[in-house]
């Protein structure tokens, strides 16, 4: 058991530790919240569909479920259903779970709850993932031909690289405490991808946001009946306490 979950580690890096090449802790990004924007959770459920489910599930998502972010029965048949052919069935990955496992070592992790589960001392697990999945790159030392400075020596490739285009990270050497130490310092991009580095910063965040409502697609309506509740309790304190000095006035 104890393989299997560092197989899963090593070859997929969806961990909270983030370390930079050089030994030094990375700050995680914050990623933008976008968990109430209709239009980034439907282009992150395209990108999820398109770059995330052939190799990973979200068992616990079915498709139909995405009507809740404003897609239609027939948008999602026509546009996301490429693993199924039942609107009402689980996102299942493409790839073969045999396969997977002799390739990887192990199954690549169901990503239903990734966003919940990869919250850690550098902030949310959004924050997390939107680090992650933009400091990809090129290192041809690694079997993949890439790397991570969210997860140095990750096994797992870069599946948004033609969005992204290469870049390699730029460092300077600092001495701190009587050492030499290498201090990421930013990006320098070597051929360019289909979209702007802000492009697919905003891609990346729609993908993230979408990560974050599968993980719990009711949590906006909980946040709003929330907020109504402490509403009604605020104005039954204040009835109650007045009510209260009204009973007793005549008493004491």
Known sequence: ????????????????????????????????????????????????????LNCHSAAF????????????????????????????????????PRQAKDWFGANPPDLT?????RAGHGGSGADYLYTYLRTYYRDETKATGWNNLAFPNVGMPHVLWELQGDRRPV?????????????FKGW????????????????????VAYLQWMGEPAQNDRVRIGVWVLLFLVVFTIIAWRLNASFWKDIR
Not at 69 to 87: A, C, P, R, S, W
Not at 113 to 117: E, G, P
Not at 171 to 183: A, K, Q, Y
Not at 188 to 207: C, E, F, H, I
Request: net charge neutral.
């Open 171 to 183: 460092f300077e050497t600092r001495s701190e405490h009587g050492h030499d130490v290498s201090v």
């Open 113 to 117: 709850v990734i966003a919940r589960s």
């Open 61 to 96: 998502m079915r498709f139909n479920r995405l009507k809740d972010i404003g897609l239609t029965e027939q948008q999602i048949k026509d546009n996301l259903l490429f693993t199924t052919e039942k609107v009402g069935e689980t996102m299942k990955a493409a790839i073969d």
């Open 188 to 207: 320098q991009q070597v051929s360019p991808g289909t979209m702007s580095p802000l492009q697919y910063d905003q891609a990346v965040a729609d993908l």
């Open 1 to 52: 058991m104890k393989k299997i979950l560092l197989s899963l580690m090593l070859a997929f890096g969806l961990v909270a530790g983030v370390q930079a090449s050089g030994g030094d802790s990375i700050a995680w990004d914050k990623a933008p919240n976008k968990t109430n924007d209709l239009g980034a959770l439907q282009n992150g459920a395209k990108l999820f569909v398109n770059y995330c």
